[in-house]
């Protein structure tokens, strides 16, 4: 198996899975969040919703797209377009679906293509690392998603 094929994979089943912990979620908790500086359910499958387009330049071109002040409204007004989980999760489907298929299509030879990524204060990673980041991204939120249901008395494993 390709690396490559097994990061779509995984991808795939990091947003079944967060899909399915935030559908969930009751729709009048949607917007909850535990403590001031939290994330809502809602919001972090928005984020999900577009992470996709924002991966998907890095993939394509090897650089990630500018995230000036501009760029971040944008993608502000963007995300709270989606204003329920159902059309968050309708969009990732559609986003990763992309995203994906970019993945799986990726070059062998250019895994080890290093990339400077703006966060965390700046760091390199190669493409083979870029390629799992949105896999990781939705596990994180998964995380949060399930902290959240804990915290709302919810103990079934979805």
Request: a negative charge.
């Amino acid at each position: 198996m390709r690396y490559q094929d097994q990061v779509v994979r995984s991808t795939q089943k990091a947003l079944d899975d967060v899909c399915r912990a935030a559908l969930a979620v009751p729709a009048d908790h949607a917007e909850w969040c535990p403590m001031a500086e939290a994330r809502s359910v809602l919001s972090q499958m928005q984020e999900i919703a577009t992470s996709g387009a924002w991966f998907l330049p890095i993939i394509r071109d090897g650089k990630p797209p500018e995230f000036d002040a501009h760029a971040r409204r944008e993608a502000l007004r963007l995300r709270q377009s989606f204003d329920t989980v159902e059309k968050c999760v309708e969009a990732a489907r559609q986003s990763m679906s992309e995203l994906c298929a970019a993945i799986s299509s990726f070059p062998d030879d250019h895994l080890e293509q290093e990339v400077h990524m703006p966060f965390g204060g700046g760091v390199s990673m190669t493409m083979a690392d870029i390629l799992s980041l949105p896999s990781w991204n939705m596990v994180y939120h998964l995380g949060q998603i399930n902290q959240i249901q804990l915290m709302l008395g919810d103990r079934e494993m979805h």
